[in-house]
């Protein structure tokens, strides 16, 4: 088992920025692969971006040069670095850890933190 909680959320105006933080506790998290996934109102829940166990990274076309990701496997969290926001990135963000071990997936998710950019 995974818990996770995500902290850093807020309000900013445009082209501000936030850090979000995804803290993990409960398992070994350092094996998981972790992503920061968003839901606007009305919207599906969309990948944002993802970190491997190893490290390998990968970003939506929409927050790649603004966003960043980051882990610290000895402090069990993952961070999300989000510069020059956007109004388009208001949106409930939620931090999922994933797993596949023996045939089996593990997928947690944390309760999500808001983000709002407006002026």
């Known amino acids: 088992q995974v818990q996770l909680v995500e902290s850093g959320g807020g309000w900013v105006q445009p082209g501000g920025s936030l850090r979000l933080s995804c803290a993990a506790s409960?398992?070994?998290?350092?094996?998981?692969?972790v992503g920061w996934y968003r839901q606007a109102p009305g919207k599906q829940r969309e990948l944002v971006t993802a970190?491997?166990?190893?490290?390998?990274?990968t970003y939506a076309d929409s927050v790649k040069g603004r966003f960043t990701i980051s882990r610290d496997n000895a402090k069990n969290t993952v961070s999300l670095q989000m510069n020059n926001l956007q109004p388009e990135d208001t949106a409930v963000y939620y931090c999922?850890?994933?797993?596949?071990?023996?045939?089996?997936?593990?997928?947690?998710w944390g309760q999500g933190t808001q983000v709002t950019v407006s002026s």
């Open positions: 409960g398992s070994i998290f350092s094996f998981y692969s």
């Open positions: 999922n850890a994933k797993r596949v071990a023996f045939g089996t997936t593990h997928d947690y």
């Open positions: 970190i491997t166990a190893g490290g390998d990274t």
